[in-house]
């Protein structure tokens, strides 16, 4: 597909929120797979991680989701439909650090609304999505790697490795040295 250029004055339509370039040309931000309109008033994002799209379709057929703030598409998004963006989100950037409001900000929601819709229909939390999202990612690097402990807590986005240990041994049942020794047993026993 042919890239579009991101010019100076498509990067200044975006960040002054111009809607007189609505429906002309749509942006998508990589790290989030949402693409908005011109006009959106969503955080302004980096712009090394903006791409520009000609049509929605263009949008769509690289897997990008329409905004909840500006619905690109002219569609209100229904919450069902936010939440599999949002967790799709989590998926792509549960190495960062995250809380509930860079979260919200970055899925176009605000915080307090981002908290009951993803509850009322996941039953938990964004924040524990999260944290389940990096225990599983943690425990493939303790399966597949010979990685020290605590340069999987970071890899695996937690905040320091007392607390990945401590939420390991509280969710698995054992230490993250024991998980690991364990699957060991299991290979060679
Ligand atoms: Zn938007």
Not at 31 to 49: H, Y
Request: hydrophobic share 30%; charged share 25%; net charge positive.
């Amino acid at each position: 597909m042919k890239k579009h250029l991101l010019t100076d004055k498509k990067w200044n339509e975006i960040i002054n929120n111009n809607s007189q370039l609505d429906g002309k040309f749509y942006y998508g931000v990589t790290t989030t797979k949402i693409f908005c309109k011109p006009s959106c008033n969503s955080k302004n994002p980096n712009r090394e991680n903006v791409i520009i799209f000609k049509t929605i379709q263009e949008a769509q057929s690289m897997g990008f989701r329409p905004c909840k703030r500006c619905h690109p598409h002219g569609i209100r998004l229904s919450n069902e439909e936010w939440i599999v963006q949002v967790k799709s989100y989590l998926e792509l950037n549960f190495k960062k650090k995250l809380n509930l409001n860079t979260i919200a900000e970055d899925c176009h929601g605000s915080p307090y609304y981002l908290q009951r819709t993803f509850k009322n229909i996941t039953n938990q939390t964004p924040l524990s999505y999260l944290s389940g999202l990096r225990l599983n990612y943690a425990k493939n690097l303790l399966q597949e790697t010979e990685l020290p402990i605590n340069k999987i807590s970071i890899d695996s986005g937690f905040s320091s490795d007392t607390y990945f240990m401590t939420f390991f041994k509280k969710q698995v049942g054992i230490t993250p040295s024991e998980f690991r020794q364990n699957l060991k047993g299991d290979i060679y026993g």
